[in-house]
């Protein structure tokens, strides 16, 4: 069952990821690419909440020094090449200004904050998106921080002897995180587009 199950999450992310790809290239047919984004966050939250859940049901508890480790050799190594080649390529590349911003952008993508460093510099001013090269990691620092809040979040459930509720309470969230979401779009899109908090709803649905 398991092997099968990673088959099909590999499947899917491979799906939203060559959506998200071809919509850069100007595909045509393609102009929903983004939702390829929305896609790959239903499936890192079954797998997270798929994790997190066989641990409980495995031990009893949530072994978080065990699941941090496990993130890290999944996801450092190819972080780090991507960051070391980008960085090399804008450094013969980019103007000062230009090298200097990114530079910003590479302190906040490697501490799980570019969702934030990005929504900050939405606006008027902004600029383009082929002129960020780490824009892409926004929707990697959403899924980091998901990672930080849910198994403390369910640590603390079962610990206060709620482990039967965790659907219930996880799902309230979930609804919450959508009704803001649908309730920001229209007034600040970036906001609803970037930051954690509006984008937990699609990572529950896989959790649930």
Known sequence: LQPERHRRRDMGRAIAV???????FGLPGVAGGFVGVDVFFVISGFLIGGILWD????????????????????????????????LVMGWLILLPFEF?????SLIAATVYLSNIHFHREAGYF??????KPLLHTWSLAVEEQFYIVLPFLMLMLVLLRLR???????????????VACIWLTRSMPQAAFY??????????AGVL
């Open 18 to 24: 060559l959506s998200v790809v071809l919509y850069h």
């Open 100 to 104: 200097r911003e990114f530079g910003k």
């Open 195 to 204: 930051l954690f908090p509006f984008r937990a709803w699609e990572l529950l």
């Open 126 to 131: 902004d600029g383009l998106s082929e002129e």
């Open 55 to 86: 641990d409980i049901r495995e031990t009893g508890r949530i072994r978080l020094a065990r699941f941090y480790l496990r993130r890290i050799r999944r996801l450092a190594p190819a972080y780090f090449a991507m960051a070391g080649v980008t």
């Open 164 to 178: 039967a509720s965790v659907p219930v309470i996880l799902g309230g969230i979930a609804v919450l995180s959508l």
